[in-house]
């Protein structure tokens, strides 16, 4: 399987039946109670709801971080069950970019190293990576930020800076946990719209966890997610 | 295993002093203990293979190198053998020793003493256990009585010779009896013609007081078993070793505690970068290779703290033995100072043993970090 050679004709994603809950015996909370979703490549999903109804929890399952107690999730035709616990590495470092609300750039590394971790961590040289990653960070308008740290940085730029590691490895499918929902209202608009256009860009296929109704409606297609599972918006 | 990213990762969380924040600090603190721990080693084993080594350059250059017994019986066989083994080794000092029990008396005192009759000796020697007893020296005149009788007008009474003491030695390492050694002559006339019981085999250079008895091995007969100077000793070298094992192992205590002290500190990174071990899996970073982190993380500081450690005990060693800082009192040791010898099989122990402290001070929060829940993790920010 080639770097970007992305398996044409199957869904992006594809979730039947997942069920995810935390704690046990009186202290059980069921967070998702058989959760199907089919998301197509290329398409921007907004995932909308109430704080506390598994948004996030969903999307760590999307993004292999976590995995259900029932059910089924495909990536791109791939049984994410049956795979190894280094395989689901190698797919989050290889297939799926992650943005979280808060920046999570390493306070330690300059915004260079920040965006090439992803490409350091798969075993790129170090020159190569920060090649690619000063590209990325050109493309979303932080060239002259190189070498600044996260904490020399405003809230846009760090949240542009994530974004640019999210995809310095070219994966195939973007996670978004609200992204803009630690930015001012015009922040928030211009990363929503550099989110928006990387996304068309480059084909990618994403899921925007966001409480932004109208940057949800931006999106090619809403969903709200209740206790009864996925439901139009 | 690509280990560049954990190498970039550990090198900028132990170089974090420039982003201000407490990382640096605790790998300081960590980095001086394991340090400190290092130098009191070294220089503790420093003192001991000082001391030690002094003592075994005693031994060797007092004491005899090996030893000629018989197999069987009182005495060795007969024969030409020592004359062959004479011929054989010339640089070789071997003494041909027969004896038994004598009284020696001056006006006034009388001491039971060891007779040895040495062939290559020609004068009376006594030692020094012998001439504190009966207070003489050098020069003075003494009797020896020996268990032979001689008939005398008055009834047989034991054979008694004068004699003139010529020299007082030194005493050799283990010896506490009193000793008088004769030539072949007079020590024929007081104990009759007794073979020799042992011989001592010497090397005028002490450096090879290790090799003797195999030099020797081939060239004595059946009936002789060669002692060798490791066996003659064997009791002393091992009350020594012994010391510097358990001394050694005791100082190794503070490495011990540098290694918790590693330990807590590493947990506190641990804690303190759980968003950052979360965001590097979700980045796609192994939870084995987030071990390996912290345990480099650790290797580095031990390795670090060791490394330094050694080399300060071991300088520190250097300038109190070549500048003799530490006197000792002449006439109650062996030596004018307090000698300290730093070997490179002490120095490799120390480091050794700064790197096993610092993975097994690792291993508990690298194993934690691994082990953390990802998702919990990306909760902590």
Redesign the interface.
Known sequence: MSERAVPPGVPAVRVEGVRKGYGSNDRRVEVLRGVSLELEQGEMLALVGPSGVGKS?FL?LL?L??QPEAGRIELFGHDTGAMT??QR??????RIG?V???H?L????TLT?NVA??L????A??REAAVRAGELLAAVGLEHRREH?PDQLSGGEQQRGAIA?ALVADPWLLLADEPTGNLDAATAESVFELLRNLHLDRGLSSVIVTHNARLAARCDRTLRLSGDGLEAA | M?V??LL?LAG??L??LR?R?HVAAVSGISFGGMALGAAALVLTLALLEGFQHTIRAQLAQRGVHAVLRPRAGATLPGGDWLARLRARHPELELRAIAGGSVWCTVPGEATPAELEVVDSLSRVEINRVLAARLGVGAGSWMAIASPRLVLTPLGPLPLRSRVEVERVTALRPGEDRAIVRVGPQLGQALLGAAGPRVVEVRSPDPGRAWDVASHVQASVPDGVEVVSFRDLNRPLLAALALERVMIGFGVALIMAVAALNLLCNLALLAAEKR??GA?????????ARVRWLYVLIGLVVGAAGGLAGTAAGAAAAWLLDATRALPLPAGVFIVSHVPFRVTPGAAAVVVGVSLAAAVAASLPPALAAARGD??EG?RY?
């Not at chain 1, 590495?89 to 290889?94: I, K, L, M, Q, V």
């Not at chain 1, 390493?106 to 590394?109: I, N, P, Q, T």
């Not at chain 2, 590097?280 to 192994?286: I, K, P, S, V, W």
Request: no cysteine; aromatic share 12%; net charge positive.
């Open positions: 929890t760590h993004g971080l976590d616990s280094g590495a190698s797919w989050r470092n290889r992650f979280f609300q808060f999570g390493l306070a330690e590394f190293e971790m992803p350091l961590i798969g075993g040289g170090r740290f590691r | 690509r560049r990213v970039l900028r969380y170089g974090g982003r924040t968003l950052d965001l590097l899996q979700a980045m796609g970073l192994e939870a990802v998702v990306l920010e």
